[in-house]
């Protein structure tokens, strides 16, 4: 439950008592909001007694009565903008016209409210002003959320590259002095090495390509019927190189499964999990892929590799997720290709799981339905 602090002022004791007491056992429910908003009541019977409890009491909301000993209701609006602060104000004043609703509006009133009005008029009044409160709160909790993700993303990103690009500044320095000896085998090493970082680099460039485009809801798509076998196959023959240098054996099983899909998007679901599980594997591993059809096409890619722990599989489809240990630190990642994937697999109403077993091996298995969001693509 959720309190709302509201100040009333009125010169008129029984006008004050009214509202406080017309208050006193109304909560409010809003939409897309947990739990009861109730209020709060402070009464004030001067313009001079409001100004100090805005101090002592930092109303939310503040009914405020034009007509005022002393100082006017407009003065007290006038001084409630120059603080700058979040408080709505309401006048309330029984000489409604339509100078006096233009002037409050232009010192910053909220919502104008007649006198006489009755307890519903009044609970209306504050469920319009509550509710602009609360989103107002909410955009802002919003917009506080989007600068820490910007900033959080950014640090990230700048720590990603900052090791590789500091490699490759560091051996050409040494290419450029020679001060590795005259032997050209180093500096051909050295080169290799660069074109690796830089191809590590290159593949998290078009990683947050790829995030950004389906996050934002702007990638094109384009939905065919999709041979999932063909795009395995070519998933596999890709990273056959990789896979010799370990001796690593891929398989593929099942088939012939189609999908309505964007190939593209296929293709990165494939050549993200297969490229993971020749990387993560141990010399003279094994790669199962397995296509099967039913309901649901499901893709399940299982290696024989150095696998994780449940905490470390637990994390793993998260952005920038990379299991950093003594056996993954040398290989090369971006750490994205997993949050893609499960992206991905939500596009299809489906789901992106890994179960995974230290020195044993780790099994993807990715599940999409038939009818991809965007339907009315669907051919």
Known sequence: MEDIRVLVVDDEPGMRLGVARALRDYALTLPDLNGEIRFDVSQAASGEEALRLLDEKHPEIILLDHKLPGISGLDVLQQLAERAGETLAIMITAYASLDVAINATKRGAFDFLAKPFTPDELKGALRKAAKHLLLQREARRLAEEKRQVRFQFISV???????????????????????????????????????????????????????????????????????????????????????????????????????????????????????????????????????????????????????????????????????????????????????????????????????????????????????????????
């Not at 905490?311 to 630190?329: M, P, S």
Request: glycine share 10%; no cysteine.
């Open 157 to 379: 990103l700048a720590h990603e590259l900052k090791a590789p690009i500091a490699a490759i500044q560091g051996f050409l320095q040494i290419i450029r002095d020679r001060s590795a000896g005259d032997d050209p085998a180093v500096y051909e090493h050295m080169v290799d090495r660069s074109l690796i970082r830089l191809d590590g680099m290159r593949k998290l460039i078009l990683d947050l390509l790829d995030l950004t485009r389906i996050e934002s809801g702007q990638k094109k798509r384009e939905l065919t019927e999709v041979d999932l076998a063909a795009v395995a196959r070519e998933a596999i023959e890709s990273f056959t190189p990789a896979a010799g240098e370990k001796n690593v054996t891929v398989e593929l099983h099942g088939g012939p499964v189609t999908l309505p899909a964007d190939r593209g998007e296929i293709e990165i679901i494939l050549n993200n999990l297969v490229s993971n599980a020749v990387k993560y594997n141990r010399d003279g591993g094994h790669v199962d892929v397995t296509l099967s059809d039913g309901d649901a096409v499901t893709i399940v890619v299982a290696d024989t590799g150095i696998g994780m722990t449940g905490e470390e599989a637990a994390r793993l489809f998260g952005e920038f997720t990379r299991i950093k240990n003594a056996k993954t630190r040398n290989i090369l990642g971006s750490g994205l290709g997993l949050s893609i994937v499960k992206k991905l697999a939500a596009l299809y109403g489906g789901s992106a799981e890994v179960t995974s077993q230290p020195d044993v091996g780790t099994t993807f298995t990715i599940t999409l339905q038939r009818q991809p969001e965007g339907g009315d693509e669907r051919p």
